[in-house]
């Protein structure tokens, strides 16, 4: 008897995910994912009760040109450590079968293909999900969007800290009205995230919708070259200084600007990421399901570096 549809995802569930962590399939669907991993923006780690981001957010208020070689040294303790702190979110995907698709696979090979296609699926989804999520309006269910971390206004609240009262915690702005000015704003927001020429901290990655992407791309067309035996019009890799500048199905016009895994990471639980459950019998249905599962959130300990440019 060939085994059954449960038995194959448990043999084959980490093949098939390692087959989805190659170069080649790792994020194919989603371009700003795939960016942020590449730069190492996806951090792996074991979690604890929250996400802890040090923050290193002063100069020692206690440094000083000498006035004479024996003027008097500060004594009042030295803090110039805080931690920006974030709750863990929680992604799931349920991956039910039925008996009848048993009975309709009833061959080895036949399964092998059907659970295949479930466990790809299941990974899509859950990467589909995060992407989403990332590009969304306002913090769901616990998971923080760009737009939480890196508001228009440059204030509000994050990580538990205000930066209506920490000024220094505000995140970098700017406008733009159309093609006539967005690269007067990109330069903006890029000189006000970066301290000085040569930062190591500079933006590395830009995200927005594709739309906003060819306004910007509009502008850079009278520098563009053509393949001379197939006269290739356009950017392959779009950049704007020292940032590669994606968009996403879910972006918005909002431009945001990082340097992944500097100043904005994905934090996810090294033991729980694309997790697989067990696989349960269903109580009230002639059927099976087993929960692909991780614990992850964004977070930012140099929320000053980040920034946006919008309409």
Not at 106 to 112: C, F, G, L, T
Not at 215 to 237: D, I, S, V, W
Request: charged letters at 20%.
């Amino acid at each position: 008897m060939a085994p059954t549809i449960g038995q194959i995802a448990a043999v084959s569930y980490n093949a098939v995910l390692a087959e989805g962590r190659t170069p080649a399939n790792q994020w194919e669907s989603s371009g700003f994912l795939h960016e942020l991993d590449r730069q190492g923006g996806i951090v792996h780690k074991s979690l604890g009760n929250q996400i802890e981001f040090p923050l290193d957010y002063r100069r020692n208020p206690g440094t000083a040109i000498q006035s004479t070689d024996l003027q008097a040294v500060v004594t009042t303790k030295t803090e110039v450590i805080t931690s920006a702190l974030f709750d863990i979110a929680e992604v799931t995907v349920p991956v039910t079968w039925s008996k009848k698709d048993e009975v309709q696979t009833p061959s080895e090979n036949a399964k092998v293909a059907f659970v295949k296609s479930l466990l790809l699926n299941g990974f899509a989804s859950h990467d589909d999900i995060l992407e989403t999520t990332f590009f969304a309006s306002a913090t769901t269910n616990g998971f923080i969007p760009l737009a939480v971390h890196i508001v228009d206004a440059g204030t509000g609240s994050d990580g538990g800290i205000d930066s209506s009262t920490e000024t220094w915690w505000r995140n970098q702005q700017a406008t733009y009205i159309d093609d006539t000015d967005i690269e007067a704003a990109f330069t903006s927001v890029w000189n006000s995230t970066t301290k000085s020429s040569g930062d190591k901290a500079q933006p590395s990655l830009m995200a927005s919708d594709a739309a906003t992407q060819s306004t910007f791309e509009g502008t850079q067309q009278p520098l563009q070259r053509y393949e001379t035996q197939e006269m290739k019009a356009g950017f392959k890799t779009l950049m704007f200084k020292t940032a590669r500048y994606v968009f996403s199905q879910y972006g918005t016009t909002d431009v945001y600007f990082m340097k992944p895994g500097k100043s904005f990471s994905l934090v996810v639980s090294k033991e729980y990421f694309r997790d697989r459950g067990d696989t349960q019998e269903l109580e009230n249905a002639n059927g099976w399901r087993f929960k692909i599962y991780s614990a992850c959130q964004t977070g930012t300990g140099v929320r000053s570096r980040l920034g946006v440019a919008h309409v």
